[in-house]
């Protein structure tokens, strides 16, 4: 379980007898128990806000269209990344690979956390190395195991998906004489998580297939905590890619992690990228209107009723005997307390569930064979307003119909697209309010993806704003068929696009910036706020289109320009 707490840990050990505490800061710890009883638990000791969310994968030319390369080219500049570090927090590097070695053979790479190998320690110590679990491997280990024989005996880090290799590529991959490429901060060094899958209990909870790559809220805060220490440690600055996105939370900054990273964004020394998403032409976010426009004074707000459809379909390929699990979120806004009803393709409709200030509910619906669970927060925890978390188990294909009642504004998210394994997706659907968590929140540069040989939005890039109308995304990167690492010991390359690349290329230009303002002193204070600004005021702003906007947010990433907006003018 991960929660805020007020600095008595004594209070949960009494309120959820966990079997160990590991404390992240003043602010936030986490809980572990064993998930055995959990499951039938009552729901208001064991409340969804307090579970994890689960997050998934978000997917020269580039690089010059950004301008860093012509800042390579100024003698007052020459900005490369140097004394830099960049941090991923992925599916692993793939460290045999030239891109992150020196012209000598060097490993660029200052430690890798593989948080899915087992210290040979934990056996002995629960706090060994110090978060319980994983293997930290360094510089000198790295070293070693690129000239011996057998790399993988030495340092078993395999990135078997290839996202993380990929992603640390186009941000800081060695450039090469002989080799056509280059990255945004060539001679940046490296820091490296890979991150463990999701716990299973956190996949049965939410629905999610054991075929799709997911990974724990709680294990992604360890890392992000490890990189800051480990950069502590080393008296260098780190700019960190988080190319990860979940559907999950109220998409305003209400997340543990979003809350977490909001504590980092004034700390001199980090930058922190994260992408918008990719969710765009998916169908998975409902929105409905009240009665009157929010802020309206009335003595009696109207209810209305709004009936959120789901189509559900097995997708091709898929036997018809696999069962349709999914869930799904409804938020509303305080002071309302909307109802639900749900009706099935049949037409079986359940009474409207009566709202209780903490509770669940189980449905069951005898012609589908599908079970629906119900999780009821008048309150959530997180932010005050109320939540309906409805878990489909065996959904029967047809149009599901979730009837709400309420005088507030109302939304609705199905998880991300790579959680479905299946055809699920709101009939309505609004395109807006899309953007995954962290990058709602205020602590991170939030970047949508364009295609940098044309200027257009890349199709599926998340829109925005945040559900109560904060301005995200920040800004845009090229995020289409950018040229990058394929799985190799010797560089070879691919094509992808996906949001996450747009991160991986802003977290890049943050360790230049970096570089200019904390390593050569022009200034020592600067943060993750300093250079979301800094990259604002010099966005390049797409024609015909009022900025900023929900999809390009303030405009395109244009570093060159930005220090342009510096320059003494007359």
């Avoid at 057998?150 to 290839?162: A, F, K, R």
């Avoid at 002071?335 to 669940?360: F, H, M, Q, V």
């Avoid at 920040?474 to 990058?484: E, H, L, R």
């Avoid at 690349?501 to 204070?525: D, F, R």
Wanted: with cysteine; aromatic share 10%; proline share 6%.
């Amino acid at each position: 379980m991960l929660l805020r707490y007020s600095g008595n840990i004594e209070s949960i050990r009494a309120d959820l007898a966990p079997d160990c505490i590991w404390r992240i800061n003043s602010q936030f710890v986490l809980a572990y128990r064993s998930a055995t009883g959990i499951a039938a638990s009552p729901l208001n000791k064991f409340r969804n806000a307090l579970y994890p969310k689960c997050y998934a994968l978000m997917d020269t030319s580039a690089i010059t269209a950004t301008g860093a390369i012509t800042l390579r080219e100024f003698p007052g500049l020459r900005l490369t990344g140097k004394d830099v570090l960049v941090g991923f927090i992925d599916t692993g590097i793939d460290y045999t690979n030239r891109l992150f070695q020196t012209y000598t053979g060097v490993t660029r790479i200052r430690a890798i956390w593989d948080q899915t190998i087992p210290s040979p320690a934990q056996n002995t110590s629960i706090n060994s190395f110090p978060y319980g679990f994983g293997t930290e491997y360094e510089a000198e280990q790295i070293n070693r195991a690129l000239t011996s024989s057998d790399p993988y005996e030495i340092v078993p880090s395999v990135d078997t998906n290839g996202h993380g290799t990929y992603l640390a590529s186009v941000a800081s991959g060695t450039t090469f004489p002989e080799i056509p490429f280059t990255s945004m901060a060539p001679d940046s060094e490296l820091l490296v998580v890979k991150l463990k899958p999701a716990k299973q209990n956190l996949r049965d909870f939410y629905g999610i297939p054991s075929t799709v790559d997911c990974f724990g809220e709680d294990d992604i805060i360890l890392a992000l905590q490890y990189l800051i220490t480990k950069a502590f440690q080393l008296g260098k600055a780190i700019a960190i890619c988080l190319g990860f996105g979940t559907n999950q939370g109220d998409h305003n900054n209400s997340t543990i992690l979003e809350q977490y990273l909001s504590l980092l964004e004034n700390n001199r020394g980090i930058c922190i990228a994260s992408a918008a998403g990719n969710e765009l032409g998916y169908n998975g976010h409902f929105h409905a209107n009240a009665s009157a426009p929010t802020g309206v004074p009335t003595t009696q707000p109207k209810q209305i009723q709004t009936a959120i459809e789901i189509n559900v379909n097995k997708s091709s390929g898929r036997a018809k005997t696999s069962p349709i699990d999914f869930s799904l979120e409804i938020w509303g806004q305080s002071p309302d307390l909307p109802r639900l009803a749900i009706s099935s393709p049949s037409g079986e409709k359940n009474a409207t569930i009566p709202y209780i200030r903490a509770d669940s509910t189980t449905l069951s619906f005898l012609y589908e064979g599908t079970t629906v669970y119900i999780e009821i927060s008048s309150t959530d925890i997180a932010t005050g307003n109320p939540m309906y978390f409805v878990r489909f188990f065996n959904a029967a294909e047809g149009i599901w119909t979730l009837e709400v009642t309420h005088t507030q504004p109302i939304d609705a998210w199905l998880p991300v697209h790579s959680f479905l394994t299946d055809d699920i997706f709101f009939v309505r659907p609004d395109p807006d309010i899309t953007i995954t968590s962290p990058g709602n929140g205020s602590g991170t540069i939030t970047v949508a993806g364009y295609n940098h040989t044309n200027d257009a939005l890349y199709v599926n890039s998340s829109r925005g704003y945040t559900r109560f109308g904060r301005i995200k995304p920040d800004i845009a990167a090229p995020s289409v068929d950018v040229y990058g690492a394929f799985l190799a010991q010797l560089p070879l390359f691919t094509r992808r696009s996906g949001t996450s690349i747009g991160a991986a290329i802003t977290a890049g230009a943050g360790a230049l910036l970096l570089e200019w303002g904390y390593v050569n002193g022009n200034n020592p204070n600067i943060s993750t706020r300093f250079i979301r600004v800094f990259l604002i005021r010099g966005a390049k702003r797409p024609p015909n289109r009022i900025i900023p906007n929900r999809a390009y947010g303030y405009g395109i990433l244009d570093l060159y320009n930005s220090f342009e907006q510096f320059r003494i003018r007359d």
